[in-house]
């Protein structure tokens, strides 16, 4: 279990840099981050050791932040496997907002950041393929 | 020279008894809507300045009484409605007789007469046809004066010069703004309006503009620009219209009563002095109005013209004795941007709306704070929400927005006040 922090940010020079410096002084280690732009405007994603404390941090310097369930899925990193889990979603009708993936080296395998809506209908997909959800803290 | 030559040099005894004639009528006529029926019950008009007793009649009265309460006629001889912008409020509808539509063709034809177009001319109208009257008016008024008339429309430039070219246009009807903005396009195709084509006059009006302004024009395109002037209440375009002096328009008093008054104290001002032009239809059938507040400012010029015609001028509009915008030509109030805008849940009171100029031409920005009732972290719904706001504010005031998404707290804080619509267009000329 995790969460997606949302951050709404004007287009501009030096507003990605507001937000780290908030979380810098809050302690708070980022793991992942992504930036989508749609040209004035965009929204930044990161997932982060301590969600809640930076929810509450950047709030308090006004920004615009949306906090989302993100579930991550391990499978083993050899090819199809990612097709096999996107099928099995759309098997299901589970439309996913956002996913995207890393590797965890010392298990072999790879972790898949998927952000959804159908909860918990993709938990009980997930369970039922026997497809193990890790937690942050194991692999971090 | 004239179009009607007895009547636009009528003596001014001779005119004030055709006037009060015609008040009769009007009044006669107006008691038949449900509006004027109680007011002018007892209404006795002996001269001319007995109308000085009687009510002013404002927009706030039209849109109370929307959408029949000031039909003079029985709906049946009605053939055409115009209206205001938007369907917020209750627009102003006025309705037209086959009667009225053609003496406004007639008052059209003489304006356009009067700045030397004629029957071989040939009359490209670049205005918004439609709910709004200044395409349609000088589309009848053209056609009634026997020129070829080419319903362009507003947009697409290369499309407008594409005509002007093809068809020798000589006459135009044109926004301003557009105007300027329409050299740009003959620059980028590498045209002079001066050699490539065979434009002689510009009607301009439907927004205010400064005499520069109209200058600018004139020299960009080596013609002649005539102001015109209008509103949707009286008829349309035509009301005063600029002779060859260029030197104030003619407000044709056979057709209008026209007083200034304070628009603060309603009191009547003396010819020359600045106030608010009110009205009163002298030939209207479907919908006569009395003592119309038009909101415009603006003062009489009295001295005789050097054309020879005797109907007095009012020198070009100062601006507006209400909040109404001009946008594009198109008439907005704050309001209904306001109330559109305020609609979609979630905006509240974050949102700044800013009226400027882009490229010559009126623009509408509107800038929303995003907080968390209209985030869920999605770019996906941010930008729907922003097209969602578009089309409905083109729906409204018929202008396409920008709309602009802000972080919080980067919009300056309202200092309770009620409006969030800021002009900022005057700044710029200033």
């Known amino acids: 279990m995790a969460d997606h922090l949302s951050i709404f940010l004007e287009n501009k020079p030096g507003k990605l840099e507001k937000v780290t410096h908030v979380l810098a002084d809050a302690n708070i280690n980022i793991h992942f981050i992504s930036v989508a732009s749609l ?102 | 020279m004239f179009w009607e030559k007895e009547i636009e040099t009528i003596s001014s005894s001779d005119l004030k008894k055709l006037q009060l004639i015609k008040l009769h009528h009007t009044i006669e006529k107006a008691k038949k809507s449900d509006y004027y029926k109680k007011i002018l019950k007892k209404t006795k008009i002996s001269t001319l300045k007995d109308i000085e007793s009687l009510p002013f009649t404002s927009k706030q009265d039209l849109r109370d009484h929307f959408p029949y309460g000031l039909l003079a006629e029985d709906l049946t001889e009605s053939v055409r409605l115009h209206s205001s912008s938007g369907t917020t409020g209750n627009p102003t509808v006025v309705f037209h007789t086959k009667e009225d539509i053609e003496l406004w063709a007639d008052l059209v034809a003489r304006c356009m007469y009067m700045t030397g177009v004629r029957k071989h001319d040939v009359f490209q109208n670049t205005m918004g046809y439609g709910l709004f009257t200044g395409g349609l008016g000088f589309h009848y008024g053209a056609e009634k004066l026997g020129m070829l008339t080419i319903p362009v429309g507003p947009g697409n430039s290369k499309r407008q010069i594409w005509f002007m070219q093809q068809f020798s246009t000589t006459a135009v009807h044109i926004l301003p703004s557009y105007a300027i903005h329409l050299y740009s396009s003959f620059q980028e195709l590498s045209l002079d309006p001066k050699k490539d084509t065979r434009l002689k006059t510009a009607f301009i009006g439907a927004e205010p503009h400064t005499n520069a302004l109209r200058v600018q ?127 979609f849940p979630g905006v509240g009171n974050n949102y700044r709306i800013e009226i400027l100029k882009e490229n010559h031409m009126d623009r509408i920005n509107v800038l929303i704070e995003v907080h968390e009732e209209i985030f869920n972290g999605t770019l996906s719904k941010l930008d729907q929400l922003k097209n969602q706001i578009i089309e409905a504010l083109k729906s409204e005031c018929g202008v396409t927005p920008k709309v602009k998404l802000v972080e919080p707290e980067s919009l300056p804080i309202n200092e309770g006040k009620a409006v969030r619509v800021f002009d900022m267009r005057r700044n710029e000329e200033e």
């Open chain 2, 217 to 343: 024009i004139e020299n960009l395109y080596g013609i002649k620009a005539y102001n015109s002037y209008g509103l949707s209440e009286m008829c349309g375009p035509g009301v005063a219209f600029e002779c060859p002096q260029q030197n104030g328009m003619h407000i044709w008093e056979d057709h209008f009563y026209v007083e200034i008054i304070d628009p603060k104290t309603g009191q009547i001002l003396p010819d020359g002095e600045e106030g608010e032009l009110v009205l009163t239809t002298l030939k209207r059938s479907a919908m006569p109005l009395i003592r119309y507040r038009t909101r415009d400012l603006t003062r009489i010029i009295n001295e005789p013209c050097l054309c020879g015609r005797t109907h007095r001028r009012i020198e070009r509009i100062k601006g507006r004795s209400d909040d109404m915008l001009i946008i594009n030509g198109v008439n907005i109030f704050p309001m209904q941007i306001e109330q559109t805008v305020m609609q």
């Open chain 1, 39 to 140: 040209g004035e405007f965009g929204v930044i994603k990161t997932i982060v050791d301590k969600p809640d404390i930076a929810h509450k941090a950047l709030k308090e310097h006004h920004f615009t932040v949306s906090q989302k369930k993100i579930l991550i899925a391990a499978i083993d990193d050899r090819p199809g496997n990612l097709h096999e889990l996107l099928a099995l979603f759309s098997e299901n009708d589970i439309n996913i907002e956002d996913c995207y993936g890393f590797p965890i080296k010392e298990q072999g395998k790879v972790g898949i950041v998927i952000e959804a809506d159908a909860y918990p209908k993709i938990e009980t997909v997930l369970a039922s393929h026997h497809i193990h959800c890790i937690d942050l803290n194991e692999i971090t």
